[in-house]
């Protein structure tokens, strides 16, 4: 090339070795002068780093070269030109790149054939740019030391900074599954922090990636969660849904108690203080680097700590629920009733079942299942002599009997726990009726909770279709459909009666009577 100020003079180099297609290092050319980017592209050829060969954009303006590396976001280095359509494009585009973008990790070699308009000690002070080079010092062999120099300078940086950015995510993921609670939602959860950790700067290469996470059970290691081509083998073990060479690595894993990586599949160990042994599996992830599997390592480690507190918090919820199930079946045993050891059970999945079918969500209609069992807690207050009474009641002492309803309130309103807080509203408003005819306070309508609507319409159905010590027989179960029918409106939620008449058989199954 000539010209006064931008010639190139380049000494002659041996051609490189053949490089491997499967991946690259992006040069961005931004030169005025088309000649620069076919020499350098020229004396570049067979450029290699580290079994990667170069792949070269080019733009001839600092306006174009905004355009591309707004299209181009992996950039390595950028061969940059002071003047082009004006004095100071080049140095107007290093501060775009790193002022506006925010881009400190591109690397950024100012060639200028003009260095008077640019003078070097200014210019490397004043400008965030890696290296600067007059068009007239630059030989074939100092390219190429540069260009060597500013990749290798690329490579570090951008390790550390997938280091930096698989930590944070680690710490994001770390405090949003502490927070889970349900091992099914918590092991879902796991895959698909782990997941978005491998893929910090990959391709496509990692959009196929499958796997589970499986809990040691009596049979062995039974799916929670799955993604990819194990999404639908959630509840399946592992040795029916993996090639033999797979389950041999899971094996060999659980064996030597350590995270394996293996064949492009990776196995993470996990086993609590408490004894539950559990694995991560993912598989088609060829590629990973020690970096990559130092991460899941790290994850894994905070994993284990989050899968203990599931499972202590499981242990005391199961304690929690058994120990309410057993006050409410005291409670219901004070009646004398023949089966009450199974009514609050029986109600409790009913409630369940019609919370679901009313659009709770799966943990809300569990809360208000449990809840349910204790909804008469406030007879422990009503005397026997009137609990127990075969015959009708008198005013008063059905006057005393509604105060249950009260006595059920006091006992848990001042309690912080969302549980005791669905308690305490079923226990107060399950005898309150949709046309406001109820008690205690006769609310009525959208006024009284759902959670009380949903148990009282439970509540009722089972008691007719039961036995109860203040009535002879217990209803047919088309009587008892007919009864609910009938207080659409008045005693019932229309909207609950609704779901009830189009549920009816799946009810009459749970609470356990033939139609």
């Not at 280095?77 to 973008?101: F, Q, T, Y």
């Not at 070699?109 to 600067?132: F, K, M, S, W």
């Not at 369940?352 to 349910?372: I, P, Q, T, Y």
Request: proline fraction near 2%; include cysteine; charge should be negative.
């Amino acid at each position: 090339m000539t010209g006064n100020d931008n010639t190139l003079v380049f000494a002659d180099e041996k051609t490189q070795a053949p490089v491997r297609r499967d991946d690259h290092w992006t040069v961005l050319i931004v030169d005025d002068e088309a000649e620069v980017h076919h020499v350098t592209k020229l004396v570049l050829t067979g450029f290699s780093f580290m079994n990667r060969p170069i792949r070269f954009l080019s733009a001839y303006s600092g306006a174009e070269a905004r355009k591309v590396i707004s299209e181009n976001t992996e950039i390595a280095v950028v061969l940059l030109d002071v003047v082009m359509e004006d004095e100071g494009a080049g140095l107007a585009l290093v501060k775009h790149i790193r002022d506006e973008l925010k881009n400190p990790y591109m690397r950024i070699v100012l060639r200028t054939g003009q260095p008077g308009y640019a003078p070097e000690g200014r210019v490397i002070v004043e400008y965030d740019i890696n290296d600067y080079k007059e068009k007239t010092e630059l030989t074939a062999q100092k390219l190429f030391t540069t260009m060597v120099s500013a990749i290798r300078s690329y490579r570090d940086i951008m390790t550390i900074e997938k280091n930096r950015r698989g930590l944070e995510k680690i710490i994001d993921a770390s405090a949003h599954i502490f927070e889970i609670q349900s091992l099914q939602k918590f092991a879902s959860g796991i895959l698909e922090q782990l997941t978005s950790l491998l893929n910090i700067d990959r391709d496509a290469i990692y959009f196929n990636v499958g796997g589970f996470t499986a809990v040691l059970e009596e049979n062995g290691f039974r799916v929670l969660a799955a993604t990819g081509r194990y999404a639908a083998m959630i509840g399946k073990h592992v040795d029916e849904i993996l090639e033999p060479g797979s389950v041999r690595l899971v094996a060999r894993s659980v064996e030597e108690r350590r995270s394996l990586y293996e064949n492009s599949a990776y196995v993470g160990y996990i086993e609590t203080k408490s004894g539950s042994k559990n694995i991560i599996y993912l598989d088609n992830c060829a590629g990973l680097t020690s970096i990559d599997i130092e991460l899941i390592n790290i994850y894994c480690i905070n994993v284990a700590v989050a899968f203990e507190n599931i499972y202590l918090n499981r242990e005391l919820e199961e304690t929690q629920k058994e120990l309410i199930f057993k006050l409410g079946e005291v409670i219901e045993n004070r009646t004398q009733d023949t089966d009450t050891n199974d009514h609050v059970k029986r109600v409790a999945g009913l409630v369940r079942f019609l919370a679901l079918k009313r659009g709770l969500s799966e943990d809300e209609a569990e809360l208000v299942s449990v809840a349910s069992a204790i909804h008469d807690i406030g007879k422990i207050a009503i005397p026997d002599s009137i609990l127990l009474k075969p015959a009708k009641l008198s005013s008063t002492e059905f006057g005393i009997m509604k105060e249950h309803t009260a006595f059920g309130r006091r006992m848990f309103e001042h309690s912080k726990r969302s549980l005791f807080g669905a308690a305490t509203v079923i226990a107060y408003q399950h005898h309150e009726c949709w046309d406001g005819t109820g008690y205690p306070t006769g609310s009525a309508g959208e006024d009284i909770h759902v959670y009380a609507r949903i148990t009282s319409v439970a509540d009722v159905f089972d008691a007719l279709t039961h036995k109860r010590v203040y009535r002879e027989g217990a209803f047919r179960l088309e009587e008892a459909v007919d009864y609910i029918r009938s207080q659409s409106g008045k005693q019932f939620d229309p909207e609950l009666v609704e779901i009830f008449q189009a549920y009816s058989d799946e009810f009459a199954a749970l609470a356990g009577i033939l139609p």
